[in-house]
Nanobody, 124 residues
Framework: QVQLVESGGGLVQAGGSLRLSCAASGRTFYSYTMGWFRQAPGKEREFVAG????????GYADSVKGRFTISRDNAKNTVYLQMNSLKPEDTAVYYC?????????????????WGQGTQVTVSS
């Protein structure tokens, strides 16, 4: 079992940066693939980025490639999402997710554990 708690959201101007953190409980955190999803008002939740347990495999949505970076610190049971060059269309609730399989996937239903979400608002 893994419990996830996100932090780091807030209000930022377009072009600015934020770093989201996701603290995980559980002694087997290192074995989980971790990811970030987001849900904008009136839209479905969508995949943003994912990282394998060893950090050897990462994946990003096309909309964030080159701007967002996912990383993890297994010693701290924490995964991060560094978001640069933020745009108003990045405004959403951002969710941390985990799955026990070793592959990053974009399908929401394949992720078994979720945090409560943190709001990111980018003003123009």
């Amino acid at each position: 079992q893994v419990q996830l708690v996100e932090s780091g959201g807030g209000l930022v101007q377009a072009g600015g940066s934020l770093r989201l953190s996701c603290a995980a409980s559980g002694r087997t955190f290192y074995s989980y693939t971790m990811g970030w999803f987001r849900q904008a008002p009136g839209k479905e939740r969508e995949f943003v980025a994912g990282i394998s347990w060893s950090s050897g495999n990462t994946g990003y949505a096309d909309s964030v490639k080159g701007r967002f970076t996912i990383s993890r610190d297994n010693a701290k049971n924490t995964v991060y999402l560094q978001m640069n060059s933020l745009k108003p269309e990045d405004t959403a609730v951002y969710y941390c997710a985990a799955r026990s399989s070793p592959i990053v996937v974009v399908q929401e239903y394949l992720w078994g554990y979720w945090g409560q979400g943190t709001q990111v608002t980018v003003s123009s």
